[in-house]
């Protein structure tokens, strides 16, 4: 939240950050929307929390990580985040999220993995709407905003910003490797090779560690590196050479093919209509 439309100190983010959690569990309504803002380079400690939470990033870039990998939020796009989930969140340039936060028997069938979506003109109405309106407030109005809203977050494309980790301690160490310092010509044999490893064995023993390919996660983390610089305002260029690609069509096409939009036009927000 803000006062007086500046940001808080980090010291009053982290009690406001507690004093959420609080009324969270406290809440008895199924949905609980809040709003909050947090400045670049903020990082919210381990936590979880008895409900789902489905986060909107209206403004800026979340990462949000646990043991099971790490997921990346950029704006227009949301992130669910099953009851009970360890989970730490950095904000990567001053971020701006709205989070609604499902009771467990809210849901019939709720999702029990994170999932990174992108939101629907629907969607993104309704969680503004949701979050604009007074906690416990009850009205005929009210109670179909939160019910339509937990009906169209059901109904959600996935994107591809999710990087899972392999619990094997070696592989760990070369997905992390990576991350730090990725390219496009990461070649299996080679890791297949410092793991002792047949191409074959190896390919078997990396899906079976993380669930996709290794050239699968190698475009994902590509893209989970590449987001943070494009939305600072990085030009395309730069970064798809840092990335190791040939020529700026070669990582565009890799990015299209991910997020289903060029990098230029990614980040392009649809017109304020709420």
């Known amino acids: ?37 947090y ?12 409900r789902a939470q489905f986060v909107y990033a ?4 979340v990462m949000v990580s646990s043991v099971q990998g ?10 669910w985040i099953p009851a009970g989930l360890v989970h730490m969140v950095d904000m990567l340039g001053d971020v701006t999220m709205l989070s609604a936060y499902v009771a467990p028997n809210a849901l019939a069938d709720p999702p029990t993995a994170i999932r990174v979506v992108a ?24 109670d179909l905003v939160m019910a339509l809203l937990l009906e169209e977050v059901l109904r ?27 390219s496009a010509r990461l070649v299996i044999d080679d890791w297949a090779e410092r793991l002792a490893m047949s191409r074959r064995a190896f390919t078997r023993f990396f899906r079976k560690e993380t669930g996709i390919s290794l050239s699968t996660w190698r475009q ?16 395309v260029t730069a970064v798809a050479i840092d990335l190791g690609y040939d020529s700026v069509a070669a990582f565009t096409t890799m990015f299209r093919r991910m997020l289903g939009a ?7 927000a649809p017109p304020e209509q709420y």
Not at 58 to 61: E, H, L, P, S
Not at 122 to 142: Q, W
């Open 1 to 37: 939240m803000t006062k007086s439309g500046q940001r808080l100190a980090v010291s009053e983010l982290a009690k406001l950050h507690v004093e959420r959690l609080a009324a969270i569990e406290a809440a008895s309504e199924p949905v609980y929307a809040i709003p909050s803002e």
């Open 39 to 50: 400045p670049a380079g903020y990082h919210v400690k381990p936590h979880s929390h008895s």
């Open 58 to 61: 209206r403004a800026g870039v």
């Open 70 to 79: 790490r997921w990346m939020v950029p704006p227009q796009h949301a992130l």
């Open 119 to 142: 939101l629907t003109d629907l969607a993104r109405a309704l969680i503004i709407e949701a979050v604009a309106s007074p906690s416990g407030a009850t009205s005929g109005r009210h």
């Open 156 to 182: 959600l494309p996935d994107r591809p910003l999710g990087l899972p980790f392999p619990s094997d301690v070696r592989l760990a160490a070369l997905c992390r490797g990576f991350i730090e310092n990725p």
């Open 220 to 235: 994902q983390a590509a893209v989970f590196t590449a987001l943070p610089r494009l939305a600072a305002g990085e030009a």
């Open 262 to 268: 060029a990098p230029r036009a990614y980040f392009k």
